[in-house]
């Protein structure tokens, strides 16, 4: 099994600032088969990035996604208060498809 | 527009078990893989299986094996997730979410089920 490890555990950013989110696999991560989902209280996951780097339908072009092997990162380049939440990656190359254990971005 | 619906809140006691209901409206059910994930409260997200619903085929995750069974209903296009011998630390939310092929990401969402087990 793939274990997903994200740091940091918590982001205190302000709104403008670029956040950096980062996701290291315990082995490669086939085809780059890496997801990031955002999740904000009391709702299900949101797909923003898949295939390590390409936006989801109607993600703003602030949210971009790099990485390649065991080493991802999701990168928000300015942000914006509806962006405060909590960040997952997903690996979904081999079964079972791991989570990283989260993100949480919160306002400083 | 894809809606993924899912069936309301259960409570359930220890040693019982649970099927959770998914309904997909605004696709083609049969094209798209149904995996299910569940969060425990104020935890992450834990993958526990798909189901290929034009094959009924499954895989499941391993920590799932023998207490989980997905099936689906094409004629419905509603995708079930059973769950036996509940345990309390099974309280979570389960999520449906569908995928466009085995190896795929989860584009789309239920809105979840909360499932508690308690005595």
């Known amino acids: 099994e793939i274990v997903l490890t994200q740091s940091p555990g918590t982001l205190s950013l302000s709104p403008g600032e670029r956040a950096t989110l980062s996701c290291r696999a315990s082995?490669?991560?086939?085809?780059?088969?890496l997801a990031w989902y955002q999740q904000k209280p009391g709702q299900a996951p949101r797909l923003l990035i898949y295939g390590a780097s390409s936006r989801a339908t109607g993600i703003p072009d602030r949210f971009s996604g790099s990485g390649s092997g065991t080493d991802f990162t999701l990168t928000i380049s300015r942000l914006e208060p509806e962006d405060f939440a909590v960040y997952y990656c997903?690996?979904?190359?081999?079964?079972?498809?791991?989570f990283g254990q989260g993100t949480k971005v919160e306002i400083k | 527009q894809v809606q993924l619906v899912q069936s309301g809140a259960e409570v359930k006691k220890p040693g019982a078990s649970v099927k959770v209901s998914c309904k997909a409206s605004g696709y083609t059910f049969t094209g798209y893989y149904m995996h299910w994930v569940r969060q425990a409260p104020g935890q992450g997200l834990e993958w526990m299986g798909r189901?290929?619903?034009?094959?009924?085929?499954?895989n499941y995750a391993q920590k799932f094996q023998g207490r989980v069974t997905m099936t689906r209903d094409t004629s419905i296009s509603t995708a079930y997730m059973e769950l036996s011998r509940l345990r309390s630390d099974d309280t979570a939310v389960y999520y449906c979410?569908?995928?466009?092929?085995?190896?795929?990401?989860?584009?789309?969402w239920g809105q979840g089920t909360l499932v508690t087990v308690s005595s």
């Open positions: 979410a569908r995928s466009d092929y085995v190896w795929g990401e989860l584009d789309y």
């Open positions: 082995q490669s991560v086939s085809s780059s088969y």
């Open positions: 997903q690996q979904y190359g081999s079964s079972p498809h791991t």
């Open positions: 189901i290929n619903p034009n094959s009924g085929g499954t």
